[in-house]
């Protein structure tokens, strides 16, 4: 889709990202490394076409979830795929807010940036703390899924601390990657990214072929009503589309942000969500109902279930790794930047704001070893549904940022300020931007009483880190 216009046009341009290093904490410059300039560049350091941003958002959105999920939903029935349908159009609405806010302000952060400039500090943070624990959550319930597809290769899945080494393995190696700098972290999604397409397709297009519709068992099998199944599914199946921001919030690192970020969102999440329909359907109408629901790998058994065998399943196992490894890679840089972002404000402590080779390292640190230990706990308290208290625990804190940044796009069209706003397409924003507002609250709901109570608590704990780093702000200001 076109995301250049009249409105980008009339705007005062922001500096370019590139051309100078934006000022740290209290008008300082970031703290930098010998030998290097404050943002951290070097050799190791490029920034990323058009391609490598849209491979960031589908190698983002397309990781662990989709390998996981059709288990994940299938106690609710088919019901899930009518969830699936209307996630798409949410999430494509939130492709085209994010495309617009990029066009504006194509400065890495992503909804932090977007709700600091519409409301001001304090809510700035509130989408900064909120997508960060997100982030790391996200990295931890990740690489809980890639031990099912990892008990298929090398049985580890039978003793409980013999999964968690292997899901800690997972997460540090793409953190050592990033380590490496921009330049391996854009190779790795890239690559990653082709790789992961092959069992996707394989199953997605191939699985309708071996489609069996006595395989797909009730409607409904929740026992809630049909809105009610629809948006419970839903609060699971939105972790499959975690990432639709990815550009944005790398913005920074992207060849002309303006053009290219609202590309590659839109792009990668219509690419993404094409992937998801059919593959989640395929498995479906490929593996027993009844199996499914209990199967820790439904790819593999998808596979296995249309040949025969179980070459086919360990192929999909080892390409399901790949994906997965591919995913924590981009949402490690992730987990950073904002944070980084934020620091350079003064609303993060300044630490954040270290980079080296293009990476924010002490980000990249911080955050792999809060999953680490996340997943530990979460394997020692010899909870059975990991995965899923996971995921619907980022599903709440995703929605902060989300509804913040949506709410940003509706202040400024609202505004009717000429430098922000298109009159030629403000309806039509307009539309997206409350699509968006609208299905980010409806997650809220959809993420249960449990969900809400353990991200507010993490929520609560952002207030008082904001309150001491106002405090000591002001202390330094007088």
């Given at each position: 889709m076109h995301v250049t216009g009249t409105a980008a046009q009339q705007a005062p341009a922001p500096q370019d990202p590139s051309a100078a290093p934006a000022p740290g904490p209290r008008g300082q410059d970031s703290p930098g490394i010998p030998g290097q300039d404050a943002s951290g560049a070097g050799r190791h350091a490029r920034r990323f076409g058009l391609p490598v941003a849209t491979a960031l958002v589908m190698g983002n959105i397309i990781g662990g979830g989709i390998f996981l999920l059709p288990a994940s939903v299938a106690p609710y029935g088919t019901v899930s795929l009518v969830a699936f349908?209307?996630?798409?159009?949410?999430?494509?609405?939130?492709?085209?807010?994010?495309?617009?806010?990029?066009?504006?302000?194509?400065?890495?952060?992503?909804?932090?940036?977007?709700?600091?400039?519409?409301?001001?500090?304090?809510a700035g943070f509130l989408a900064a703390w909120a997508y960060w624990i997100t982030t790391w959550v996200s990295n931890a319930a990740l690489a809980v899924a890639a031990v099912g597809y990892l008990d298929v290769l090398i049985p580890v899945g039978g003793h409980r601390w013999s999964a968690c080494l292997a899901a800690l393995?997972?997460?540090?190696?793409?953190?050592?990657?990033?380590?490496?700098?921009?330049?391996?972290?854009?190779?790795?999604?890239?690559?990653?990214t082709v790789l992961k397409f092959v069992p996707l397709l394989l199953v997605a297009v191939g699985g309708l072929f071996f489609f069996d519709p006595d395989n797909l068992g009730p409607f409904n099998a929740s026992g809630q009503g049909p809105i009610g199944a629809v948006s419970a599914s839903a609060a699971l199946l939105l972790f499959s589309y975690l990432g639709v921001e990815s550009a944005a919030v790398s913005a920074g690192e992207v060849k002309n942000p303006r053009r290219n970020v609202g590309r590659a969102t839109v792009i990668g999440t219509a690419g993404a969500a094409l992937v998801y329909l059919l593959g989640t359907l395929s498995v479906f109408g490929t593996v027993a109902h009844d199996r499914l629901v209990t199967s820790a790998a439904p790819f593999s058994d998808a596979v296995n279930a249309m040949f025969g065998g179980s070459w086919g399943g360990w192929a999909v196992a080892a390409a399901a790794?790949?994906?997965m490894t591919g995913c924590l890679n981009g949402w490690t840089l992730l987990s950073a930047q904002t944070p980084y972002?934020?620091?350079?404000?003064?609303?993060?402590?300044?630490?954040?704001?270290?980079?080296?080779?293009?990476v924010p390292t002490v980000g990249v640190g911080v955050t792999v070893v809060l999953a680490s230990l996340l997943t530990v706990y979460n394997y020692t308290s010899g909870s059975a549904r990991v995965f899923q208290v996971l995921v619907l625990v980022t599903t709440f804190t995703a929605t902060v940022p989300y509804l913040l940044a949506s709410a940003a796009q509706l202040m400024h069209l609202v505004s009717g300020r000429r430098e922000l706003v298109n009159p030629a397409r403000l309806a039509r924003d307009l539309v997206v931007a409350a699509v968006a507002a609208a299905f980010s609250l409806w997650l809220v709901a959809g993420?249960?009483?449990?969900?809400?109570?353990?991200?507010?608590l993490f929520l609560f704990v952002g207030v008082v880190v904001y309150a001491v780093l106002a405090g000591r702000k002001r202390r330094t200001a007088g």
């Amino acid at each position: 889709m076109h995301v250049t216009g009249t409105a980008a046009q009339q705007a005062p341009a922001p500096q370019d990202p590139s051309a100078a290093p934006a000022p740290g904490p209290r008008g300082q410059d970031s703290p930098g490394i010998p030998g290097q300039d404050a943002s951290g560049a070097g050799r190791h350091a490029r920034r990323f076409g058009l391609p490598v941003a849209t491979a960031l958002v589908m190698g983002n959105i397309i990781g662990g979830g989709i390998f996981l999920l059709p288990a994940s939903v299938a106690p609710y029935g088919t019901v899930s795929l009518v969830a699936f349908g209307v996630l798409t159009a949410g999430a494509i609405a939130l492709a085209l807010v994010f495309g617009r806010l990029a066009q504006r302000d194509p400065r890495t952060g992503g909804p932090y940036v977007y709700a600091r400039e519409a409301f001001g500090d304090f809510a700035g943070f509130l989408a900064a703390w909120a997508y960060w624990i997100t982030t790391w959550v996200s990295n931890a319930a990740l690489a809980v899924a890639a031990v099912g597809y990892l008990d298929v290769l090398i049985p580890v899945g039978g003793h409980r601390w013999s999964a968690c080494l292997a899901a800690l393995a997972i997460q540090w190696l793409p953190a050592l990657a990033n380590f490496a700098g921009t330049r391996y972290v854009g190779a790795v999604q890239l690559v990653s990214t082709v790789l992961k397409f092959v069992p996707l397709l394989l199953v997605a297009v191939g699985g309708l072929f071996f489609f069996d519709p006595d395989n797909l068992g009730p409607f409904n099998a929740s026992g809630q009503g049909p809105i009610g199944a629809v948006s419970a599914s839903a609060a699971l199946l939105l972790f499959s589309y975690l990432g639709v921001e990815s550009a944005a919030v790398s913005a920074g690192e992207v060849k002309n942000p303006r053009r290219n970020v609202g590309r590659a969102t839109v792009i990668g999440t219509a690419g993404a969500a094409l992937v998801y329909l059919l593959g989640t359907l395929s498995v479906f109408g490929t593996v027993a109902h009844d199996r499914l629901v209990t199967s820790a790998a439904p790819f593999s058994d998808a596979v296995n279930a249309m040949f025969g065998g179980s070459w086919g399943g360990w192929a999909v196992a080892a390409a399901a790794l790949v994906s997965m490894t591919g995913c924590l890679n981009g949402w490690t840089l992730l987990s950073a930047q904002t944070p980084y972002a934020a620091a350079r404000d003064g609303l993060f402590p300044a630490v954040f704001a270290r980079r080296r080779r293009g990476v924010p390292t002490v980000g990249v640190g911080v955050t792999v070893v809060l999953a680490s230990l996340l997943t530990v706990y979460n394997y020692t308290s010899g909870s059975a549904r990991v995965f899923q208290v996971l995921v619907l625990v980022t599903t709440f804190t995703a929605t902060v940022p989300y509804l913040l940044a949506s709410a940003a796009q509706l202040m400024h069209l609202v505004s009717g300020r000429r430098e922000l706003v298109n009159p030629a397409r403000l309806a039509r924003d307009l539309v997206v931007a409350a699509v968006a507002a609208a299905f980010s609250l409806w997650l809220v709901a959809g993420a249960g009483y449990a969900a809400v109570y353990q991200g507010v608590l993490f929520l609560f704990v952002g207030v008082v880190v904001y309150a001491v780093l106002a405090g000591r702000k002001r202390r330094t200001a007088g």
